[in-house]
């Protein structure tokens, strides 16, 4: 079965930083690419960023270009995203979401709950 | 950025009914086009990808069509767990961008 659980969120103020993480199982994590879509609360669907299986090809929506990082470590079947600058616009649910192929299809077939950030002083 | 407009917003339907969500891309996206069901309190499910087809377990009342820029998602009979919200994701130039509609919610009259 495959799971997605993501980690790391909270309340951060403005201009600071957070890292979320997604831990991986049930499949073959080093085969997918693997992406992080937000949902501010009452709103729709956002993608943010992904990453191929490989980390050769990455990808980030502009409004988060610059700021945030997304990584990965097949090791560990770990993805990651590093957000700095954080901005009040940026408060969502981050979901972890797995590609539907093996090479990227840049859709999504696995999501997991979400980790809530809210950025606010 | 490749914009998409779903219509409409929301849709009043009762169980049995046929149900008609519409997407338009701003510009093609060939088929690269996907659909997502979600229910409050839960995460997003992929039902369609590459516009018509179904992905694993969704029950053959759910159909996608279309191509280029106009893009249907077609429920044939409504039955009370499909009333939820419903958004049309393209995909046509990873690693560029991807983008979601706005989302149509997809109510019980």
């Known amino acids: 079965e495959v799971q997605l659980v993501e980690s790391g969120g909270g309340l951060v103020q403005p201009g600071r930083s957070l890292r979320l993480s997604c831990a991986a199982s049930g499949f073959t994590f080093d085969d997918y690419a693997m992406h992080w879509v937000r949902q501010a609360p009452g709103k729709g669907l956002e993608w943010v960023s992904g990453?191929?299986?490989?980390?050769?090809?990455?990808g980030y929506a502009d409004s988060v270009k610059g700021r945030f990082t997304i990584s990965r470590d097949n090791a560990k079947n770990s993805l990651y995203l590093q957000m700095n600058s954080l901005r009040a616009e940026d408060t969502a649910l981050y979901y972890c979401a797995k590609d539907r192929l093996i090479a990227v299809a840049g859709d999504f077939d696995y999501w997991g709950q979400g980790t809530l950030v809210t950025v606010s002083s | 950025e490749i914009v998409l407009t779903q219509s409409p917003a929301t849709l009043s339907l009762s169980p049995g009914e046929r149900a008609t969500l519409s997407c338009r891309a701003s510009q093609s996206v060939s088929s690269y086009l996907a659909w997502y069901q979600q229910k409050p309190g839960q995460a997003p499910r992929l039902l369609i990808y590459?516009?018509?087809n179904r992905a694993t377990g969704i029950p053959a009342r759910f159909s996608g069509s279309g191509s280029g820029t106009d893009f249907t998602l077609t429920i044939s009979s409504l039955e009370p767990e499909d009333f939820a919200v419903y958004y049309c994701?393209?995909?046509?130039?990873?690693?560029?961008?991807?983008?979601f509609g706005q989302g149509t919610r997809l109510e019980i009259k």
């Open positions: 590459d516009a018509s």
């Open positions: 990453i191929s299986w490989n980390s050769g090809s990455i």
């Open positions: 994701q393209q995909r046509s130039n990873w690693p560029r961008s991807i983008t």
